[in-house]
């Protein structure tokens, strides 16, 4: 039976599990197809290494059903109504959502904040360390659910944020509203919709039938981690 | 109620209710509604939830208000926090009155206890009952992690408690609290409220940890320091997981242990969140969990009435094992507790200005990066634990102590010892720690008894006690001893314990007074041996006046070592000190396998070769490629290449040929960031690589200043700029990449760090007459602040110019919010800051 219902899901992995693409930490550091050198890379692996060792992640879901609007791009998200072409794009064909908040945990900003006191170069690695392991957890965790849905048929779309293209910030409100983040995995929203701890996603993917065509990425959208990635 | 409430405690084991969400969403509550908001809108439901629980037997329910806090509930209108917290208060009042009568319970409730036996003993209108006002965490993560003060969430836990204590609850019960410092915040808040009992449980993970790092010693120290009436934890894990922790709680706590699990870990079954741990598997999970001293005890997330009723009649005839009074002197951190009474604690001492020209000049500068340096430098050395004194003259020193202690607590883990005579720097202190601290100090003068024990009393902490009262010091051990024995009596009038209390016996110099040594030996010797209580000593003060003072301080430190010293606040950089501390913990048994010794023995040929600042693992990851090309030069290579030990030791081979410093500035260390620099905008150099480079040509520049200031020439700045990431943001990691390049550039920055008040930033830039401002934001939603920013800067300090940078921003963006200069940036900031300042 498919979860459709489901609400306030825990997710919790093991860091060790993440398949963490070390590509990935050179380009946030901005090694565009060049490796660094050795002494960058072996302190690259030293850092991967530490925050491993203080990463928690976690993650929460719930479910909901939606209904868009294509013309307009109305789109009833189910914990939330909005209006964004890029979502109504990303979401075309979809029946469902599911929404979710992801966290590495705040030991990593403790890291991240002791080091930047002593050594900035090590800081800037931590931070594009944990900027990686953050997506890898959040690729674990929606594999997980397009498992969970493939069983039943189901295509999960690529996770879309709050932020990207069109789609306002200011959903983070609703968002923290509709899923108990900070009860469950201690996943804050400040004042200023910046989620504290820093490492942390939240993120709506698309649930849409198996015969469904796949998402119609609008040309000016790509800010979409996906495409992103793709570039 | 309360001598009731503590009188069962006494007599029995016992009994929380359980879970509360799972059960409300299967009476309907819808997902996103606040389940709270049923206290108003389905008042049945929450009333058969309580009566639920109290059917099953148990003692203390918690009232429907896990959420209710003035961040989610307005002051006004149906769901005021007000209206929520008194409905739920009356509505928990209703269900032991329903139970009390024997009065029907809803059917939907009666139906999870429809296969549970019987309650056995006696029945559930005749057991005691206490209403819990339940504090959940307020949301929010506290600064530095995220944007909520330590004494707003104060404020926010108070106005919930002062409906509660209004509405007439028994007690309050603190909970699922997944942070020390919030934890603290809240039993500070009801403590200051009222006197009821307080009640708290944290949450920790199956490494047996909190989220912000805690572990179980440290929360019993920071908790019974607070003085909190029971402690222990709940949720996140189920019973078998909570096995491991909870002995650590009843080995280290005098105070009764909760423990209240979830019905097992959860798992994802239809979509619906279920827990594998049944009624009769949790009931006999948790014999054995009271076995380990659980004196109060109850169930989580997925436990049920059943839960609860299989609980009671499994346990409540166990014989209960009261915690008895643990005779344990710690102090703690955020993460760890240190123990006092075997292997002597080092304290180091550098954190003070006394004697110390540069630290003097670093508090009236505002050099707090200097003090924390000091603290890591300790840190490294080895220490268990920080003096901190601020004290002077001329300087705020409450103001000073509040800032240098959340800086120091963000950056390091190690407990702190609080070190000032000033009673309002001491509470702001004490207040603001994250951990149990060591106070320095109290002493036998009946003024300061009276000025500092009470807030010992209030805040917890371990508290140093000079053997000197209004006569002075008396220079017999007898004389001491009976200024200890005042001290103790006087301690235990405010309900501190011996165990909290820690004895200096002073040590005077034994060059003006050649008996002062035997006379504080004998005195610690006698506290330990016979007053079984701990000492502590600045050690180094016995060989003032004296030659070579080292070695004596060595052999002295030996002494009191054996004569039973708990702790010693020293230079952790004392040859002979640290020579006498690592062989009497060797010959002492504190030194497993000798490894301790080992390990410092093979690095002391370096230890006593090398000179301070010794080279990081990189620069040594480093070391095949240093020797520089031939026709480059090599303090230029060393830090094109960041290698820091090299660019020192180029720079003083040119300083010791005698070229002049500012020159060797111009010509060989701006001209190697130079090369780096273009090589970055020309994405030939890569961020990690500038960043080594600028710590490379900042080590070198050290040595520069270092040499002018011994040679009187003062070092040449080129202006000052101020730093700030704007208000309501917390992401600094631009803003310090940015700072350590503009002092590489010799630029004087004033880094206000971040998450910074716009009128700060003005009257900072006002106050010195500074020339550029650099600001940074890393969202949309932050962007108006640094707006604001700017805006007042034009009102009130029009001369200033301002520069933006940061993920979100761009040219556009910059431009709207009327700021002089975008930066896309590092290098692009150190180039408008030579365009405008030279």
């Known amino acids: 039976m498919i979860a459709f219902n489901a609400q306030n899901m825990h997710h919790i992995a093991d860091p060790y599990e993440l398949k963490v693409d070390k590509s990935e930490i050179y380009r946030y550091l901005g090694y565009y197809r060049v490796k660094p050198d050795e002494t960058i890379s072996s302190l690259i692996d030293k850092c991967l290494e530490d925050e491993l060792n203080v990463a928690i992640p976690q993650g929460i879901y719930s479910i909901f059903p939606i209904s868009i609007d294509e013309k307009s791009c109305e789109l009833d998200l189910g914990f939330a109504k909005t209006t964004s072409r890029h979502l109504c794009k990303n979401l075309s064909g979809c029946s469902h959502i599911a929404l979710f908040a992801a966290t590495i945990g705040p030991r990593v900003d403790v890291l991240i904040q002791r080091t930047s006191r002593v050594d900035q170069t090590k800081a800037v690695i931590y931070q594009s360390v944990g900027a990686t392991l953050i997506e890898s957890y959040c690729d674990y965790l929606n594999d997980y659910l397009r498992r969970e849905f493939g069983e039943g048929g189901y295509k999960l779309r690529p996770r879309y944020s709050p932020g990207y293209g069109d789609l306002s910030i200011l959903l983070q409100k609703d968002i923290f509203k509709s899923i108990r983040a900070d009860k469950t995995i201690g996943l804050t929203l400040m004042d200023t919709c910046i989620m504290a701890p820093s490492k942390s996603v939240t993120a709506i993917i698309g649930i849409a039938p198996g015969d469904a065509p796949d998402c119609n990425y609008l040309p000016d959208c790509n800010i979409c981690d996906v495409c992103a990635r793709k570039e | 109620m309360k001598a009731d409430l503590f009188k069962t405690l006494q007599s029995?084991?016992?009994?929380?209710?359980?879970?509360?969400?799972?059960?409300?969403?299967?009476?309907?509550?819808?997902?996103?509604?606040?389940?709270?908001?049923?206290?108003?809108?389905?008042?049945?439901?929450?009333?058969?939830?309580?009566?639920?629980?109290?059917?099953?037997?148990?003692?203390?329910?918690?009232?429907?208000?896990?959420?209710?806090?003035?961040?989610?509930?307005?002051?006004?209108?149906?769901?005021?926090?007000?209206?929520?917290?008194?409905?739920?208060?009356?509505?928990?009042?209703?269900?032991?009155?329903?139970?009390?009568?024997?009065?029907?319970?809803?059917?939907?409730?009666?139906?999870?206890?429809?296969?549970?036996?019987?309650?056995?003993?006696?029945?559930?209108?005749?057991?005691?009952?206490?209403?819990?006002?339940?504090?959940?965490?307020?949301?929010?993560?506290?600064?530095?992690?995220?944007?909520?003060?330590?004494?707003?969430?104060?404020?926010?836990?108070?106005?919930?408690?002062?409906?509660?204590?209004?509405?007439?609850?028994?007690l309050i019960y603190i909970e699922t609290m997944n942070d020390s410092h919030e934890a603290k915040a809240a039993v500070l808040a009801a403590k200051e409220v009222c006197d009821l009992p307080v009640f708290i449980t944290t949450v920790y993970d199956g490494g047996g940890k909190l989220l912000t790092g805690a572990n179980p010693e440290t929360m019993v120290a920071i908790l019974e320091g607070l003085r909190v009436d029971a402690l222990g934890m709940n949720c996140s894990l189920g019973p078998a997981q909570m096995m491991g922790i909870v002995p650590r709680l009843a080995e280290n706590s005098s105070t009764p242990v909760i423990v209240k699990p979830n019905a097992g870990l959860p798992r994802s079954e239809n979509g619906k969140t279920v827990y594998d741990v049944g009624p009769d598997e949790f009931a006999s999970l948790m014999r054995q969990i009271v076995e380990y001293g659980a004196n109060i005890v109850g169930g989580c997330c997925g436990t049920t009435p059943a839960h609860i009723r299989a609980l009671v009649n499994a346990t409540q005839d166990m014989a209960q094992h009261l915690p008895e009074e643990k005779n344990i002197s710690m102090i703690s951190s955020y993460t760890h507790a240190v123990k006092f009474g075997r292997k002597p604690i080092l304290i180091g001492e550098r954190i003070n200005p006394t004697g110390k020209k540069k630290f003097k000049e670093a508090l009236r500068n505002h050099d707090i990066d200097y003090i924390i340096n000091e603290g890591l430098k300790q840190e490294a050395a080895g220490v268990d634990a920080l003096d901190v004194n601020v004290g002077l003259p001329e300087i705020d020193e409450p103001a000073m102590m509040d800032e240098v202690v959340r800086e120091l607590q963000a950056v390091l883990d190690l407990p702190l010892q609080i070190d000032t005579t000033?009673?309002?720097?001491?509470?702001?202190?004490?207040?603001?720690?994250?951990?149990?601290?060591?106070?320095?100090?109290?002493?036998?003068?009946?003024?300061?008894?009276?000025?500092?024990?009470?807030?010992?009393?209030?805040?917890?902490?371990?508290?140093?006690?000079?053997?000197?009262?209004?006569?002075?010091?008396?220079?017999?051990?007898?004389?001491?001893?009976?200024i200890v024995e005042k001290i103790y009596e006087n301690a235990a009038k405010y309900g501190i314990r011996k165990k909290d209390i820690i004895i200096d016996p002073l040590c005077m110099t034994v060059s003006s007074d050649d008996q002062a040594a035997v006379a504080t030996l004998k005195a610690l010797k006698y506290v330990h041996d016979v007053l079984g209580g701990n000492t502590i000593l600045g050690v180094s003060n016995i060989s003032f006046g004296l030659p070579s003072r080292d070695i004596v301080n060595g052999v002295f430190f030996t002494m009191a070592m054996q004569a039973g010293l708990s702790a010693a606040i020293m230079n952790p950089s004392a040859v002979e000190m640290r020579k006498a501390y690592t062989c009497f913990c060797t010959l002492s048994g504190y030194d497993p396998q000798c490894l301790g010794y080992i390990e410092y023995a093979s690095n002391l040929p370096t230890m006593v070769a090398s000179a301070p600042g010794s080279a990081p693992a990189v620069a040594a990851a480093s070391a095949p490629q240093s020797s520089s090309p031939a026709d480059e030069d090599p303090l230029i290579h060393a830090v094109r290449k960041g290698l820091k030990t090299q660019s020192e030791e180029a720079i003083r081979a040119k300083l010791n040929a005698g070229e002049d410093p500012m020159l060797i500035i111009n010509d060989y260390l701006i001209k190697g960031l130079d090369i780096v620099g273009k090589g970055f905008e020309a994405k030939t150099v890569y961020l990690p690589q500038l960043l080594m480079s600028a710590d490379a040509a900042k080590a070198a520049f050290a040595v520069i200043k270092d040499h002018l200031e011994k040679s009187g020439a003062a070092g040449a700045k080129k202006g000052k700029i101020v730093l700030a990431t704007v208000k309501g943001d917390i992401?600094?990691?631009?803003?310090?990449?940015?700072?350590?390049?503009?002092?590489?550039?010799?630029?004087?920055?004033?880094?206000?760090?971040?998450?910074?008040?716009?009128?700060?930033?003005?009257?900072?830039?006002?106050?010195?007459?500074?020339?550029?401002?650099?600001?940074?934001?890393?969202?949309?939603?932050?962007?108006?602040?640094?707006?604001?920013?700017?805006?007042?800067?034009?009102?009130?300090?029009?001369?200033?110019?301002?520069?933006?940078?940061?993920?979100?921003?761009?040219?556009e963006y910059a431009d709207m919010i009327g700021a002089d200069r975008y930066s896309k940036d590092a290098m692009n900031t150190v180039e408008y800051a030579k365009e405008i300042l030279g």
Not at chain 2, 433 to 456: D, Q, R
Not at chain 2, 464 to 480: K, S, Y
Request: aromatic content about 6%.
């Open chain 2, 422 to 482: 000033n009673a309002v720097a001491m509470e702001k202190a004490l207040r603001i720690y994250n951990g149990k601290a060591l106070i320095n100090s109290v002493n036998g003068k009946a003024e300061v008894m009276a000025e500092v024990f009470p807030l010992v009393r209030k805040y917890g902490g371990v508290c140093v006690a000079l053997t000197i009262d209004e006569d002075g010091i008396p220079t017999t051990a007898e004389g001491r001893i009976k």
């Open chain 2, 12 to 170: 029995q084991i016992m009994f929380l209710d359980g879970g509360a969400g799972s059960i409300l969403q299967e009476l309907g509550l819808p997902a996103g509604v606040l389940p709270e908001t049923w206290n108003i809108d389905n008042r049945d439901a929450v009333v058969a939830l309580n009566q639920g629980y109290l059917t099953a037997g148990s003692n203390i329910i918690l009232t429907n208000t896990f959420g209710a806090n003035c961040l989610k509930y307005g002051d006004e209108g149906t769901y005021s926090l007000e209206a929520v917290v008194n409905a739920a208060v009356s509505i928990a009042k209703e269900a032991v009155k329903r139970c009390e009568e024997n009065s029907p319970l809803d059917e939907r409730l009666a139906a999870f206890l429809k296969d549970s036996e019987p309650l056995r003993g006696t029945p559930a209108c005749d057991r005691a009952h206490f209403v819990a006002l339940d504090i959940g965490p307020t949301g929010k993560l506290l600064k530095p992690l995220g944007d909520l003060a330590f004494e707003d969430a104060v404020n926010v836990f108070k106005k919930t408690i002062e409906i509660g204590v209004k509405a007439g609850v028994d």
């Open chain 2, 731 to 811: 992401h600094d990691i631009g803003k310090n990449i940015v700072k350590v390049l503009l002092e590489n550039y010799s630029y004087d920055v004033i880094d206000l760090g971040k998450d910074v008040e716009p009128q700060l930033i003005v009257d900072t830039v006002i106050k010195d007459h500074i020339m550029l401002v650099g600001l940074s934001a890393l969202m949309t939603t932050t962007v108006p602040a640094m707006e604001e920013t700017i805006k007042l800067l034009r009102e009130q300090a029009p001369w200033a110019k301002v520069c933006v940078g940061g993920a979100v921003l761009t040219q």
